[in-house]
């Protein structure tokens, strides 16, 4: 799971240019093959060897990192958070065309990006999920089949809503091999790359090491429990406690 890539790399989640053509030279190495793209996998138990590249948010950044993985002729997943279309930092609508008819997989990253979506009402949910599947549907010319969560706080009825909505795979921020499934929709885990991962971990990651995606599960499992017990404060001290570092 990435977000942008950028000059400077500023943000947790934010990895320099050259910092991520190592990245995709190391994974290119590891796994010996394309990542595949969620329509791909049949059934809920996708081949062991598969891996897919997600991208969240619909920064600006997307062109030059599709660019990048079709030079190696490799498809990857953008996750659009449809509200901010165009607005300064984001792919605007032509862009996002420009992605799909590179043979990128194109889906929801929800429409307003709420901080807590666990949190929000089911009718909220369905909003979310709703208009941003219509939006890139409209956009785009045909239906979009996949999204993923945005803030990362997960819950049934997150799943819910999203596979009500109609997405059949939806991926979260669980660092977790184990491909789920909630009321017909897959629910698939990611690995969070960081501005200071490593391209030998992402590469392992990739690979499927288990070593690797432990590493990041008890720190998520503690995360998670942090937001639960501060509720809506959790942002803003994170923010608070990144600013200081």
């Given at each position: 799971?990435y977000?942008h890539?950028l ?14 053509r ?12 394309a990542?595949?793209?969620?329509h ?8 062991a060897t598969?891996w897919m ?15 990048e ?6 498809r990857?997943h ?7 279309v165009?607005?300064?930092g984001?792919l605007d ?8 008819e ?9 429409c307003?990006?709420?901080d807590?979506?666990a ?13 941003s599947g219509?939006?890139?549907?409209e956009?785009?010319g045909r ?9 990362g706080?997960?819950?049934r ?32 885990g ?9 391209a030998a971990?992402a590469a392992e ?5 288990p ?17 639960r017990?501060?509720?809506p ?10 600013a200081?570092?």
């Amino acid at each position: 799971m990435y977000h942008h890539v950028l000059d400077p790399a500023e943000g947790v989640y934010t990895v320099g240019t050259e910092r991520f053509r190592e990245h995709l030279d190391e994974i290119q190495r590891a796994t010996g093959r394309a990542p595949a793209l969620a329509h791909e996998l049949t059934g809920a138990t996708p081949p062991a060897t598969a891996w897919m590249i997600t991208f969240d948010d619909g920064g600006s950044s997307g062109v030059q990192v599709a660019e990048e993985l079709s030079r190696r002729s490799w498809r990857g997943h953008f996750f659009i958070q449809t509200d901010v279309v165009g607005e300064a930092g984001f792919l605007d609508w032509d862009e996002v065309r420009a992605l799909a008819e590179m043979g990128h997989a194109i889906g929801s990253h929800s429409c307003s990006h709420p901080d807590r979506m666990a949190d929000l009402s089911w009718d909220q949910l369905l909003d979310e999920w709703s208009r941003s599947g219509q939006a890139l549907a409209e956009a785009l010319g045909r239906p979009v089949s996949t999204a993923s969560v945005p803030g990362g706080l997960y819950s049934r009825d997150v799943g819910r809503a999203a596979a009500r909505a109609g997405f059949g795979t939806l991926f979260t921020s669980l660092p977790s091999q184990r491909v789920r499934s909630i009321d017909g929709c897959l629910l698939i885990g990611r690995y969070a790359i960081r501005r200071d991962t490593p391209a030998a971990r992402a590469a392992e990651a990739a690979a499927g090491s288990p070593r690797a995606w432990a590493s990041q599960r008890t720190p998520w499992a503690l995360r998670g429990a942090a937001k639960r017990v501060a509720g809506p404060r959790y942002e803003r001290i994170r923010q608070t406690l990144l600013a200081r570092r």
